[in-house]
């Protein structure tokens, strides 16, 4: 399958198991990766993911950087890059809509996956023809790709009645409108209550340390604690489909209100479904986030499983 990855690298460690996993799910399922935008502005994080592919001696393929869009607080890049002495070049990236673009020309049909702020994956539904193709985003978008997976939103009420409303539809909530609801495409989103406590990142950090770019940002992110797997989980879904992990609830007509809460509505011509964790017989919703957590940390250990110290600098 061929798939684009958009990603906020930088803003949490779980964009960063989201891309080791891509990276096995290319040598191990044969997934062809068209190209990755990067949806923070952080200087140090395009660096970042090329590291993750030059520890794997892989070519980093085509990569675009957001244009206007949130300014989110680096949070692990810095750090990241002064452990591995990751260095900086000065390199101005094409604009996402344009490596986006690009990329739809080149596929058949392709999977977009986006796990931060939708802001690159809005500009591209927005864009116009272009010297790269007569057509406008949104018919490249309704030719070529498949369906758009997102980590986005929230479905689950508290006890009161209040809607979480999530962090990367609010950081951007005209993309995130412009995505969720108006996409010619079918739409699945893993919320927030789906990753929330399916923790990952423990074993790769107890085993390296700071020895490779997915152990240190985690070491260096949140210690030996791990972290919740909404990104690595969304792009298992992306990827291999519901297997024995997921329920998907739809397909309806997806809403973001004001104040960046996301809805659905029950509609059989709807393009909008979410995820939930599906449960075995006799599982609590804890057993089965931790069912899926086993199997994205088994897939970190076994895209390092090979790896000895590189001197790889960016």
Known sequence: ?????DTDVGSDSDDIMALAYLLLAKKKFG???????????????IPLIKRMFDEQSEELPPVGSMVGGPSCDDMYC???AEILKIKCPKIIYP????I?????????????????????ISALLESGPDEISGM??????????????????????????????EWNVVCDIAAAKKVIEDSPVPVVTL???AGEDMITGIPITEKYGNENCLSTVFSVFCGNKGRHSWDPATLVYAIEGVKDFFNVIGNGIGKVDEKGRTFLTPDENGKFSYLEIRKSEGETEADAKKRVAEYIDKCSLELYADYGKKDVNV
């Open 1 to 5: 399958m061929d798939i684009i990855l």
């Open 191 to 193: 919320p927030y209550e």
């Open 100 to 120: 986006l673009r690009k990329a739809l020309t080149e596929t058949e049909k392709c999977v977009i996956c986006a796990i931060g702020p939708l802001t690159n």
């Open 31 to 45: 997934v062809n990766i068209l190209a990755i935008t990067h949806s923070q502005k952080t200087p140090l994080g």
């Open 78 to 80: 810095v750090k990241t």
């Open 136 to 165: 406008s985003g949104m018919e490249l978008v309704r030719t070529k790709c498949e369906k758009i997976v997102l980590m986005a939103g929230a479905f689950k009420e508290n006890s009161e009645g209040h809607r979480h409303a």
């Open 95 to 98: 604009p996402a809509a344009k």
